[in-house]
Structures are given as C-alpha cells and as structure tokens.
C-alpha cells in the first residue's frame, strides 16, 4: 500500500505563526502550477514502483497550503490524472485540507461530488480574539458553521485542527474550547502546541518582547487537560498530537508514521520509497520552469540502516501503538549504549517496555522528541 500527497502553494494571506511554504500571489500563475502538478504525477511515477512491486494506493491528501483555494475542475483534473496512472483500491481514503472560509455550501458539495471523502478543517481557535493575532481569514463564527454545514451535506469524518500554548489563553478557555470541539461531534482532532518558527511575524513578535507564549508548565496541563478530556469523550489519541474516534484515525497521516511509502507531489513536497527520501524544490516559480523544462525539481538522498533505524524510532514513539524493538533490531543492531539510555528513560517513568514492544508514558509524551534524539544512534 501506497499514499500519494498534493502540496498546494496557495493561501489568500500569511499567518502569523506559519512556515509553510506557500504563495498569496497565486493567480499570476495558478494555471500553470495545476498544469506542472499535473507533468509530475506523471514523471514520478516510477518512485514507488521499487524492485518491480508497483504498490496499490490507499490514501490521496491535498495539502498545503489552501487546498480549498481549488476549484472543482482543478480537483478532479489531479484525481482524474492519478487514477489513470496509478492502481487505486477501492473507496479510498482521499482528505482535502480547507480553510472555513472557504466552505460554503456550493463549495462543499463540489468537493464531495469528486470524491473528497475526508475534510481536516484548520479553524486553530474558536476565540475571535486568537483568531485575529493569527491573521487568520476566517472568524470564529465560520469556525463553527463550517463544520455545520459540512455535516448537512454528509461528511462524517471531520477532522479540525486546533493550537494550544496561545499568547494569554488560560485553561479554563482551553478547555472550553476543547469542549465546543466534543459538542460539535468531529471524529478527528489535531492539537498542535504553538511554536515560534524563525523568518515569521510572532518570531519577530517574541523577540521584540511584543508578545509572550505560554511557558513550558502551562502548555504541559493544557495538553493533559485535552487527553483527558478527549478521552472521556471516546476520542482517543493515537499520535502525540492526533486523536479520534474508534477506527477513524487520519489513515494517510499514520501511513507517515508506519513508514508506508508516498509520493509527493507540488513544490516542497517530500516522497519516501523504503529507500530513498526525495524532496522538491520550495519555490514556485522554479518548479513550474523546472517541471516544463523536465530539468532536476528535487534532491534525493540514499538511506543508510542508521537512518532508517532512526526515523523509526522516532514516529513509533510518537503513536500509541509504541516501537517494536525485533523490528527496530532488525534494521541494524544497537549498541550498549542504546540499552543503558532506554533503560533509564524506563527507571524515570517516561518509557514503559512490554515484552518487545515500548510506548511513552505520558509524562514521556511531554518530551517526545527530546527522548527519541537522546536513544538516535
């Protein structure tokens, strides 16, 4: 099984906190962005067929980006492309991110009548307030009604996203807005903690001391506080920052963290086969020139069995399903070193090991990252 990904550059305006790669001044060139998209569909095609096995694809997203900047026809151009060249199963899993402003009820049945089955919704915030300091497009009225109208016209798996350690958000209206997101019945949540990316508005905010991010402490009881609440409502976290209903986790996201492989295509976007990780080029322009000129749009680097050792290490210990150690021993065999570590990440009560099998506790869910570099090889 294989997933294919769609990176589309497009947003009406630049958030305050984002790095994503992305354009506001889209329209000059959109046509020939869907045109290049379309010429790489086809050009890399041969990536996932490694050793002769062509795997069949189960998820397409469309990110970004505003994927819900695109218009019908644009959709179905790309999915109509993907289906004559590539061997789909049935009844895909196939997401489209989309901003609320975006979802009007014309909109939504058009993105249902191509085959979008799946919608992540980035509202970040249900507070007018948050959603100002954001730049954000939309309002939180559109927050709510969005998600309204796209259940009216049938979808019943609505993922949002959602950002906790905002500037001056105390935890009583965190969970209140963890509250409206369980009231409003979606299968699937992403919480992400506020992070302040370099070459951004708030990074600039933060060091002029314009602004201030909630500290280490707070962001550690509002992250508790959305596990605990999610989890009373039987929506369960499955990722360190994703959680869902029973049987409703995001199935192209996990195919990331499982090491299923995946195409990506549009500029920036990455592609893993097993063996290799490539990555387009970040630049609009040089993409389209580059895929019109059929000349080198993306890097390519060769994985060594410490990297993939590595990369493994890391997105298990970030699900609940934890790291399997016969797995990872079969990729290369780790040293001394790696047993001492795990086993004091494991006497301090952050790694809790079953048999072959370790998952984070969730005082170790807290420090994720911090405890998959400290056991990298």
């Known amino acids: 099984m294989a997933g294919i990904y769609i990176h589309i550059p497009f947003c009406k305006k630049k958030c305050t906190y984002c790095d994503f790669h992305f354009s506001t001044t889209y329209h000059v060139y959109r ?15 041969p990536y996932l067929n490694v050793d002769s096995s062509n795997p069949t694809i189960e998820t397409i997203y469309f990110g970004g980006g505003t994927p819900s900047l695109l218009n019908k026809k644009e959709i179905l151009t790309i999915l109509n492309l993907i289906k004559e060249n590539f061997e ?68 019943d798996n609505i993922s949002i996203d959602l950002i906790y350690g905002l500037p001056n958000l105390s935890l009583a209206e965190w969970e209140q807005t963890v509250q409206t997101a369980i009231d409003l019945n979606v299968q699937h949540i992403s919480a992400y903690c506020l992070t302040v990316e370099g070459k951004t508005a708030l990074k600039k905010w ?35 920052s994703n959680f869902s209903k029973i049987n409703l986790e995001s199935k192209h996201n996990s195919s990331y963290w499982k090491g299923t492989y995946y195409l990506g295509v549009g500029p920036s976007a990455h592609s893993y086969n097993g063996n290799t990780r490539s990555w387009n080029i970040a630049n609009n322009i040089n993409y389209i020139k580059a895929i019109q000129n059929q000349s080198v749009w993306f890097e390519t680097e060769t994985l060594s069995a410490k990297d993939k050792f590595n990369e493994y290490l890391l997105t298990g210990l970030r699900m609940k399903i934890g790291v399997d150690l016969s797995k990872l021993f079969k990729i290369i065999q780790a040293p001394k070193s790696f047993s001492e570590k795990l086993n004091e990440f494991i006497n301090t ?21 911090y405890i998959a570099s400290e056991l990298f090889l």
């Open 206 to 240: 933060v060091d002029q001391s314009k602004i201030s991010v909630a500290n280490e402490e707070q962001q550690s009881e509002q992250f508790e506080l959305l596990i605990e609440k999610l989890e009373k409502a039987q929506i369960f976290q499955y990722e360190i």
């Open 31 to 45: 046509t020939k962005m869907i045109a290049a998209i379309c010429s790489e569909i086809i050009l890399r095609k």
């Open 349 to 369: 009560a952050w790694i809790v090991q079953k048999k072959e099998q370790i998952t984070l506790t969730k005082e170790g869910k807290l420090r994720a990252d």
């Open 88 to 155: 789909i199963i049935p009844n895909p899993e196939i997401t489209l991110e989309a901003n609320p402003d975006d979802l009007s009820i014309e909109k939504l049945k058009d993105f249902k009548a191509v085959g979008i089955n799946r919608l992540s919704i980035g509202l970040q915030s249900f507070r007018e307030e948050d959603l100002k300091w954001m730049n954000r497009a939309h309002t939180a009225e559109e927050s709510f009604n969005c998600i309204q109208l796209a259940q009216q016209i049938g979808y």
